[in-house]
Structures are given as C-alpha cells and as structure tokens.
C-alpha cells in the first residue's frame, strides 16, 4: 500500500471516530433531555423529592451497569481496585465529577432557579478550554472558541427566551453553579486513563455506584414520600435507566473517541430534547427567539465537529 493510501485511510478513521464519538454525546445529551422531561412529569404529579430521585437514579444505575460489567469479564471485574495508584484519579472521578455535579447542580436550583444553574453549568466548555490551555498547552482554535459562544448565546436563548430576568444569580449560587460547570469538567477528563485501561463500561458502573452511596447520605432511598405505583415506577426506572445509566455509558464512551471540548458542546441536545418534548407533553410554544437558539445550539455542534475532523 502506497503511503497516499495509508494517509487516506487514517484520515478517513479518524472522521469515523470523531463522528462516532459526536453521536455518542448527542445522544448522551437527548437522553438527558429525556429523563428531565420525566423528572418533570414524577415532581409534578408525585412531588417527589429530587434529592431522594438523584440518589436512586445514581444507585439503579450502578447496580444495572456494574450488573453488565460483571458478566462480560467478571475477571476483571475489580481490576480498578487491585492497585493504589487509581485511586486518587477514581474518587476524583467519582466524588469531584459525578457526585458533585448532581449536587452542587441542585443546590443552585435551590438557590435561583432551573434557567440560572443550567446556563451556569453549561459554562463547562470554557473551563474545558482553560484547562487544556493551561495543564496540556493545547490552545483552542479560533473557529472552536467562536462555537462554543455560539452554542452557550443558543443554550441562552432557548431557557431564557432571551430575558436576562428569568436569571436569578446570588453568590452562593453563581458559586455553586459554576462549581457544578467544573465537576462536568472532572468526569470528563480525569477518567480517561481509567477508561482506556478497564473500559467504559466497568467505570461507568463504579462510578454510578459510589456516587449513589455518596447521595444516600444526604437522602437514602428508604426515604420514599410519594405513591408508588405503576406510573411512578415508570418515571423513576426511565430517568434511572436512560437518563443515567445508558446517558453516562454513552457520555464516557464518547470521551475516549473525541476531545472533551466537543463532547460538553454537543451534549447542549439536552435543552434541546426538552423543548421538542414540552411542546406535546406541556403545550410549549416556541418564540422566534427560541428557535434561534436551537438552530444556534445545532449548527455550532456540527461545525465544531467538523473542525474537529480538518
């Protein structure tokens, strides 16, 4: 094979990965919109609590998974206890990224409101981008900063419909907000070398798991005060079984295919995914303002892509 040939081929693995890896976090980020559609629909009917929702959504989720781990390679199953150098990077992980975004996302919804700590936490591409600039002097091309503008203005947009009252910033609560915007940033490059070694699956599984054990503490899943029934069984099992388990098996996967800055970028679907459901499900009309910021929010995802693969 002549060396034209191997650079075509390499050339063209690359754009399937990096494409791969781009739908892995779009859908990631639908699944995400889908379980907070269902978050919704369970608050407003049952009146759960979303602490009690996010510790059991984080323990199913780690049982479901590590369950799946088990039995594809139960060999290896505690292969990522068996040495004490993952242990810092794994409770980083676990305890700085995946427990803390949950956490310090609802202590700013506390605090303001649902629009405030999903705009603050959407600030993730930014710190991904000072973080590579700063630890792997990797500076970000221009086209890639001005889509991820693009694609924050759009997250904007499409919560606020464009009114800066509808944001309610204390503080504590542009603290904790961005504080959950820098977890995002921990679950999504600390792992890396843990998911290269043991596979996304087995991590993803662990780190569900120990969350899970981490959020019970603060709300235990015995602490039910709502009617279960059939219908809220329903809710509780799609927000932990597609909005978790597969969303963050997905979200983890795409990390080891493509760079960080794209994946927070294209999982902005989320809002996305929310607005399309709450049109049949809430009688949601979208202003032409809101239609912008989706188009903003989609466009920015391909052509951030497509940077990704010149």
């Known amino acids: 094979m002549n060396p034209l040939d191997v650079w075509y081929n390499i050339k063209m693995n690359v754009k399937k990965q990096i494409f791969k890896g781009t739908l892995y976090a779009v859908v990631a980020g639908c699944m995400w919109g889908i379980s907070g559609i269902f978050g919704q629909l369970f608050f407003r009917d049952y009146h759960g609590s979303p602490l009690w929702i996010t510790s059991t959504r984080l323990t199913i989720a780690g049982i479901i998974l590590l369950a799946m781990s088990f039995s594809r390679d139960h060999k290896r199953f505690f292969d990522v206890w068996k040495s004490k150098k993952n242990m810092p990077t794994l409770f980083l992980y676990v305890f700085g990224g995946v427990f803390s975004v949950q956490y310090f996302y609802y202590v700013a919804i506390q605090l303001s409101n649902s629009a405030t700590a999903t705009i603050l936490q959407y600030t993730a591409p930014v710190f991904i981008m000072l973080y590579l600039l700063i630890f792997q002097r990797q500076v970000p091309k221009p086209k890639s900063v001005l889509f991820v503008i693009l694609a924050m203005i759009g997250v904007f947009l499409l919560i606020t419909d464009g009114n800066i009252k509808h944001l309610s910033i204390s503080p504590l609560a542009l603290v904790t907000g961005l504080l959950a915007g820098v977890a995002v940033v921990i679950y999504s490059i600390i792992p890396r070398p843990l998911l290269d070694k043991y596979g996304a699956l087995n991590m993803t599984g662990w ?76 009688g949601l009309k979208l202003t032409p303002l809101e239609l912008l910021g989706i188009v903003m929010v989609i466009v920015s995802v391909i052509l951030l892509s497509k940077s990704e693969q010149a």
């Not at 994946?263 to 809002?271: G, L, R």
């Open 207 to 282: 780190g569900m798991m120990l969350a899970g054990i981490a959020c019970n503490i603060f709300y235990p899943v015995w602490r039910i005060d709502f009617r279960i029934e059939p219908l809220s069984i329903f809710y509780v099992l799609t927000i932990s079984i597609v909005g978790t388990a597969l969303a963050f098996l997905l979200l983890l996967r795409a990390f080891q295919l493509i760079s960080p800055l794209v994946v927070s970028v294209a999982t902005a679907t989320e809002p996305l995914t929310s607005v399309f459901l709450s049109i049949p499900l809430f």
